[in-house]
C-alpha cells in the first residue's frame, strides 16, 4: 500500500491567497483527520471525517478554513483568506476504525505564508 | 479538556545510554494512549497503543508502559537511528490530544 498521500509537499503563497491541500488516504480506511503542526502549538486536530462526513470540525480555527470529503479516496483542506499565521505543517492521516485506532499519517505539507 | 504534557523536552545521549521519556496526562475516561515516532520532515509513525494501567509494549529497544496518570517510554541501549522526536497522545473524547514532544538525539 501507498499509504496516506498528501500533495503539494510545500506551499509558498502570499497572504490573501486561496490554499488548497490535498489528501488521499489509505484505501478500506474509513475515517481520516487533518492536523497542524507548529513549534507552538504541537499537533493539534482541525476536523475529522467518518464515511466522507465531517464529524467533529471544533478544531478548526476559523471561517477562512473549510474542509471537504467528496469521496473516499479524496478530501482537501482550503484556507480562504491565508495569512502569516497560517504558516503550518499540515498533516492528514487515516484509520480503519476511528481515533481509538492506529492513525496513519501522510508526509505532509509544509505551508508558508509571506 | 484533554492535556498532555511530556518531559523532557530535549534529550541527548550516548550510544548506549539507556534513559525513559514522560508523558503525564490527564483525560476524563483513557480510551487509548499512543507514542509516535517523527523524524524530521515525515509525519508521526505508530509505535505503541496502551489501553489500561500496568500495560507494557515493546518494540526493538523501545518500551512503553503505562500507570493512572502517566506514560513512560524507556529506550534501552539506543542508538544513532533512534534519533527522533517521540509523541505522546491521549483519545479521551473522541479525538488525539497530542504532546510537544520529546527531542531525543543519539550521539556516536
Known amino acids: 500500500d501507498a499509504g496516506v498521500i498528501q500533495s503539494p509537499r510545500h506551499e509558498v503563497t502570499e497572504m490573501g491567497q486561496e490554499v488548497t491541500l490535498r489528501c488521499k488516504p489509505i484505501?478500506?480506511?474509513?475515517?481520516l483527520f487533518w492536523y497542524r503542526q507548529t513549534m507552538m502549538r504541537g499537533l493539534e486536530l482541525l476536523i475529522y471525517?467518518?464515511?466522507?462526513?465531517?464529524?467533529?470540525d471544533s478544531g478548526m480555527p476559523e471561517d477562512r478554513f473549510s474542509a471537504k470529503m467528496p469521496n473516499a479516496s479524496f478530501s482537501t483542506l482550503k484556507i480562504q483568506p491565508s495569512e502569516p499565521r497560517d504558516s503550518a505543517v499540515y498533516f492528514c492521516?487515516?484509520?480503519?476504525?476511528?481515533?481509538?485506532?492506529?492513525?496513519?499519517f501522510g508526509p505532509g505539507t509544509r505551508l508558508l505564508v509571506l | 479538556e484533554d492535556q498532555v504534557t511530556q518531559s523532557p523536552e530535549a534529550l541527548r545521549l550516548q550510544e548506549g545510554e539507556s534513559s525513559s521519556l514522560n508523558c503525564s496526562y490527564t483525560?476524563?475516561?483513557?480510551?487509548?494512549l499512543f507514542w509516535y515516532r517523527q523524524d524530521p520532515g515525515k509525519g508521526p509513525e505508530f509505535l505503541f497503543t496502551?489501553?489500561?494501567a500496568g500495560e507494557e509494549k515493546e518494540k526493538e529497544r523501545l518500551k512503553a508502559t503505562l500507570t493512572k496518570k502517566e506514560s513512560f517510554l524507556h529506550i534501552t541501549a539506543p542508538k544513532p537511528e533512534d534519533s527522533a522526536t517521540y509523541l505522546c497522545?491521549?483519545?479521551?473524547?473522541?479525538?488525539?490530544?497530542f504532546g510537544k514532544g520529546n527531542q531525543v538525539v543519539v550521539i556516536p
Open positions: 492521516a487515516s484509520s480503519t476504525s476511528g481515533t481509538g485506532q492506529t492513525q496513519y
Open positions: 484505501s478500506g480506511h474509513d475515517y
Open positions: 471525517f467518518n464515511n466522507n462526513v465531517p464529524i467533529d
Open positions: 483525560v476524563s475516561g483513557l480510551r487509548g
Open positions: 496502551l489501553y489500561s
Open positions: 497522545a491521549v483519545d479521551g473524547n473522541n479525538r488525539l490530544a
